[in-house]
């Protein structure tokens, strides 16, 4: 009984039915508790399902039927008995999952209120979070100074978004400004302690904004390090390529973990006694001089990929080592390694979380401390998940964008 | 004119020499104060420099190890215990996440469109999730929402899984040794007989069935020492023994501590993300043309995947696979955070909390971890060699 075009209408028919059975069966059994194959074994009642939609589906694979969204199934989602088997069982999976997701999300989640005792449905309490909201940004910076944050962030934002529209002259002097100049005038003034504003210890600092504070420089540091690292490592002069390979290497070697540790019990032994650098430029130049050590390869590989030609070119041009590299080198090798660029920035904001081990709460980390608080026991589900979230939209967000770039910069030849 | 030209030499010798001398006196230099400032330090905390606290007596406790340990053990069996642990979880990390992953990554590539679909989502979310975080989220949000010891979940009656963690028979042996001897000597005759099949192969064209004598040595040998070697197996089912009237435990059989699953199951599956974009473009990789031409020399669809697709695909896939191992391997240490006592928290925690030894601990901790990755790049580096294209 082979299923073939000639008797197309009834096979698709037939089909259909063992199929739409085979569904009924799941939808009553999620949403109604009612089991009506509950006469057959209870292994056998539990594949139910599974067999008929397979059996629904062996009917309905006909090739070249003439029908057009059938012939789109089959190819698409019933090409063979295995891959019919799993297009049910992932259908059934989400059939079964999805709805008592959706309803932990939304529709018993609680909204509001603002204590633990408001939350009275069974799905998750984002009381939670709507009452930590402040500090899970900000961290322990104090309420009347938080301004301060939100100005040069807005500083931040509108100096990147300016640079997308200003005339290419005007726009070199941008990134100047805000490569060399705003990050401490950024700096200065969350930190305070000038200028009348107030002096905010960076132990108070924490939440998100820390999280953008810690990526966003080891960001901007990381990057000029790394590519002198990438330089000194193919240097003809043996005494700059080992200096680089063996910093390289002794980086990429080690989990940063470990380099957090080292910056903040063993750094303090290598300065003089009394000397105190603070707790957070501590984790700074540790995260910086570890990424760097990852960007210095990447931008390595871009070096590496550039046809020898380009160097000759440069070199007959009369170009010296520097005037070669930055002008025609580096602009065409960075280029190439985009991706690997932003994977390591990826890597890096990704990373901002361990800064835990030396007693600064980012996001993650502000969780953590909220979910210990006696008042909201019981919510690490919900901190959770919404730190999770929010990591997840700026990371897939900066991959994205990063695929963007990728595409609109390469030159195809 | 010589003495020209003689200048001109020394002034490029020179041009070279001077970064190099300046970069070599800006490091010892560097050396040198850290050196002086770190014995000015000690000096004050009254601790000299060396290695002799390793074999002192420890006095703590380590929840979880494989081998012998407690309190009155020695610093340095702390260490192992730390390594060991480290080991345990990565090779556990690295045995799923390659399952995961090589299963996702064919996936991504399947006609099926729900397959296609769910593959692709599952790499992007587990990719961009911090994986501390993910930890974070198993630890103290999924595994605390298991149920207590006395209604714990029941596989099959013989392993249990409740908050305090996860309870397996233990395997009692008799014998082990000859057992474990059969295994490797299977291993050696699996190799010499591939071997032979090769030389077969290639001098007479002969098919040998290897995959199927090699099976059969693997499961057989072992077999056979259970029948005649004395060697018997068997197992020690946890139960459950009631210590007061709320206070329930698990006796007997092997307890797989909460931390442990945690780290491993958050480490998997964010490998498995990395290793299924490898494997995903390591098939890409493979040419179609290579597909047809082996095709058209009448290779069956089995023939072509094991002997024209994968030894290709496999030589772009091994290499960055490789490194997702050694970053699977550092973000062990991650196992600090929810408290499993790996080699970071052990040593460079509690026995650096204790002894205050900052320089010697951190150095040995960091010394481990690198000479672990410079030993797999040394040994990728030569494997790349050895399969890398030999043309003519």
């Not at chain 2, 642990?85 to 399947?110: E, H, K």
Request: aromatic share 16%; proline share 4%; glycine share 8%.
């Amino acid at each position: 009984m082979k299923p073939s075009k000639e008797n197309l209408t009834s096979f698709v028919i037939f089909g259909g039915f063992f199929i739409f059975i085979s569904f009924l069966d799941v939808l009553l059994n999620t949403f109604l508790n009612l089991n009506f194959t509950g006469f057959l074994p209870s292994k056998l009642s539990y594949f139910a399902p599974l067999i008929l939609g397979t059996i629904g589906l062996y009917f309905i694979r006909i090739e070249f039927s003439g029908n057009k969204l059938l012939d789109k199934i089959n190819t698409n989602f019933n090409s063979t008995n295995f891959n019919a088997i799993l297009t049910l069982i992932v259908i059934f999976t989400l059939i079964k999952y999805i709805p008592p997701i959706l309803n932990w999300f939304f529709f018993d989640a609680n909204f509001s209120g603002n204590s633990k005792e408001d939350c009275t449905g069974s799905g998750a309490c984002w009381v939670f979070v709507k009452v930590w909201f402040n500090r899970f940004v900000y961290g322990m910076y104090p309420d009347a100074e938080q301004w301060r944050i939100n100005s040069a962030f807005i500083l931040l934002f509108s100096l990147v978004g300016a640079s997308f529209f200003v005339p290419l002259k005007i726009k070199k002097y941008l990134l100047i400004f805000l490569l060399f100049v705003y990050p401490i005038i950024g700096l200065k003034l969350i930190s305070g302690g000038d200028f009348g504003l107030k002096y905010v210890e960076t132990g108070a600092w924490g939440g998100l904004s820390l999280t953008f504070i810690v990526s966003a420089f080891a960001l901007i540091l990381c990057f000029p390090i790394g590519m002198f690292l990438a330089l000194g490592r193919r240097s003809s002069l043996p005494a700059i390529r080992y200096t680089s390979i063996g910093f390289i290497e002794l980086w990429r070697g080690v989990p940063l973990i470990t380099v957090l540790f080292m910056s903040a019990v063993m750094f303090p032994m290598f300065l003089p006694d009394g000397t105190y650098v603070d707790k957070l430029i501590r984790v700074l130049i540790a995260i910086t001089l570890f990424e760097a050590a990852y960007m210095a390869e990447v931008i390595r590989g871009g070096l590496q990929a550039l046809p020898k030609g380009q160097y000759e070119a440069a070199k007959s041009l009369g170009m010296g080592y520097w005037r070669m590299h930055f002008l025609i080198i580096l602009p065409q090798a960075l280029k190439l390694v985009i991706p690997g660029i932003a994977n390591t920035f990826l890597a890096l904001v990704k990373d901002t979380p361990l800064i835990f081990v030396v007693g600064l709460l980012e996001l993650a980390g502000m969780v953590n401390l909220a979910k210990t608080n006696p008042k909201w026991l019981g919510m690490a589900m919900e901190g959770y998940v919404f730190a999770g979230l929010v990591f997840w939209i700026i990371c897939y967000a900066m991959s994205r964008y990063s695929q963007n770039l990728e595409k609109k910069l390469s030159t195809e030849r | 004119m010589n003495l020209k030209n003689f200048k001109i030499d020394l002034s490029n010798k020179n041009k070279d020499l001077i970064p190099q001398i300046l970069t070599i006196l800006f490091l010892v230099l560097v050396i040198i104060y850290f050196t002086i400032n770190a014995q000015d330090n000690m000096g004050n905390r009254g601790i000299s420099f060396g290695f002799g606290f390793l074999s002192q007596e420890s006095s703590f406790d380590i929840t979880f190890s494989l081998i012998d340990y407690d309190g009155s053990h020695s610093y340095a069996r702390a260490f192992l215990v730390g390594l060991l642990n480290t080991i345990l979880v990565s090779s556990i990390g690295i045995f799923f996440a390659t399952l995961l992953g090589v299963t996702v990554g064919i996936g991504r590539l399947s006609q099926n469109y729900l397959i296609a679909k769910s593959a692709e989502w599952y790499v992007e979310i587990f990719r961009n999730i911090p994986l501390i975080l993910q930890i974070f989220f198993w630890y103290f949000a999924a595994l605390r929402a298991l149920p207590l010891t006395v209604d714990s979940i029941n596989f099959y009656d013989i392993s249990f899984l409740n908050v305090k963690g996860w309870y397996v028979p233990k395997f009692i042996w008799t014998n082990f040794s000859i057992f474990f001897y059969s295994i490797i000597l299977a291993t050696i005759s699996i190799i010499f007989f591939s071997r032979y099949a090769r030389k077969q192969r290639d001098e007479f064209g002969k098919q040998l069935p290897t995959f199927y004598v090699s099976l059969g040595l693997l499961v057989g040998l072992p077999l056979l020492t259970f029948l005649i070697g004395g060697v018997s197996l068997s197992f020690q089912i946890p139960e459950l023994e009631q210590l007061s009237t709320t206070v329930y435990v698990y006796k007997g059989g092997v307890s797989i501590i909460p931390e442990l699953i945690s780290l491993a199951l958050a480490l998997s599956m964010y490998t498995a993300t990395f290793i299924a974009e490898n494997v995903r473009a390591g098939i890409l990789g493979v040419n179609k043309g290579q597909k047809e031409a082996a095709a058209s020399i009448g290779l069956t669809k089995a023939q072509i995947l094991k002997l024209v697709v994968m030894p290709q695909a496999l030589r772009i896939i091994i290499p960055p696979t490789t490194n997702q191992y050694l970053n699977l391997t550092k973000n062990s240490s991650l196992a600090a955070a929810i408290a499993y006592p790996d080699i970071v928290l052990v040593f460079a925690g509690t026995a650096l909390m204790q002894t205050g030894r900052a320089i010697e601990i951190i150095s040995i901790t960091m010394l481990t971890y690198l000479s672990l990755s410079l030993s797999i790049s040394v040994f990728m580096n030569w494997y790349n060699k050895k399969i890398a294209i030999k043309e003519k």
